[in-house]
């Protein structure tokens, strides 16, 4: 099976509020530049799931890498399967929003 990564829809949201946020400001080609290479760099983690480091803190299984210093991406390394579970922009707090709720 050859590597492959897919996109939660949460993940996918975050990279098209990112889109609008760049775009907003009168930089719609540098917004799609911007968010191609993100999801560019996201389906290379495929090839090594591994990297970046390891947060089971947050959440069994959860990695996190950073990408030009200004964006998280947190993913899953399932087999051959990358899952991208959120795409974090400018300091936004990543823990906060994976950190899974407490069952009642």
């Not at 760049?22 to 591994?50: H, K, L, N, Q, W």
């Not at 947060?55 to 899952?83: C, K």
């Amino acid at each position: 099976m050859t590597p492959r990564t897919v996109f939660t829809p949460e993940a996918e949201q975050h990279l098209v509020d990112l889109y609008r946020y760049i775009a907003a400001d009168g930089y719609p080609e540098a917004a799609a530049r911007f968010t191609d290479s993100i999801v560019a760099f996201c389906e290379d983690i495929a090839t090594m799931p591994f990297r970046g480091r390891a947060r089971d803190d947050i959440r069994p299984g959860l990695r996190i890498i950073g990408y030009r210093r200004r964006v998280v991406i947190a993913f899953l390394a399932l087999g051959e399967v990358v899952v991208i579970v959120g795409v974090f922009y400018g300091g936004r707090d990543y823990e906060a929003v994976l950190t899974e709720p407490e069952e009642a």
